[in-house]
């Protein structure tokens, strides 16, 4: 079975200031991780996603992601937050080895305040 | 810009009428899939389809069905919408080859059932 955590509903930061959004992951062979952004009214692009190779994935818009195996986290990260950063942010992994669907974390509301 | 698109964006409908949701992907992709999303909340797979006349379903039960007798066509229909079906669908799809792990979705339907 598959399973991703995002542990935090509603993130909170200052324009300017670095941005974490937190996930962890559940797989029993190797993990193929995505992070994707929601606008409202919208549906869901894809801003990175880790396969293999470096831990650190960089994406769109300046967002990059670390790929932590003994944590088994995948926390999205950006150093200086915009007032458009502010959206839906959704963690997706799928079992590299079984799984043939991604399955999608709860979701996390980052608000970037000016 | 993915080039995946649903019709309609916005239906309010009454309770007992019958409502196909389109979706289409001029991308050539084999798999797509349809999500259920309350408002900022997490997705649920409802129906996914790996090729023409292959049909699934997802993990959270649905009354809809699906159907793919087109590679780029994935229509929704509710034979009968109720109240509890007020959501909104999201379709995406996913190809095969170097960028295979990369799901695109479409914009969203927003369904509301009186």
């Known amino acids: 079975a598959q399973s991703v955590a995002q542990p935090e509903d509603q993130v909170n930061v200052a324009e300017g200031n670095p941005l974490t959004v937190k996930c962890t992951y559940s797989v029993s062979g190797n993990p193929y991780l995505f992070w994707y952004v929601q606008y409202p009214n919208r549906g869901l692009q894809f801003l990175l996603k880790y396969i293999t190779g470096d831990n650190l994935v960089k994406g769109s818009y300046g967002f990059e992601a670390e790929f932590n195996k003994s944590q088994t986290s995948f926390h999205l990260k950006k150093p200086s937050a915009l007032v458009s950063d502010s959206a839906l942010y959704f963690c997706?992994?799928?079992?590299?080895?079984?799984?043939?669907?991604?399955?999608f974390g709860s979701g996390t509301q980052l608000t970037v305040l000016p | 810009e993915a080039d995946i698109y649903q019709t309609p964006r916005y239906l309010v409908i009454g309770t007992g009428k019958k409502i196909t949701l389109e979706c289409s992907q001029t991308m050539g992709h084999d798999k797509m899939y349809w999500y259920q999303q309350d408002p900022g909340m997490e997705l649920h797979l409802i129906h996914y389809?790996?090729?023409?006349?292959?049909?699934e379903k997802g993990d959270l039960s649905s009354e809809s069905t699906v159907s793919r007798i087109r590679t780029e066509h994935f229509p929704l229909t509710l034979e009968s919408a109720r109240p509890s079906h007020t959501s909104q669908y999201l379709c995406?799809?996913?190809?095969?080859?170097?960028?295979?792990?990369?799901?695109?979705f479409g914009p969203g339907t927003r369904l509301t059932v009186l």
């Open positions: 997706a992994v799928r079992d590299s080895g079984s799984a043939r669907q991604l399955t």
């Open positions: 389809s790996y090729g023409v006349n292959s049909t």
């Open positions: 995406a799809s996913r190809g095969t080859g170097f960028k295979s792990d990369e799901q695109f």
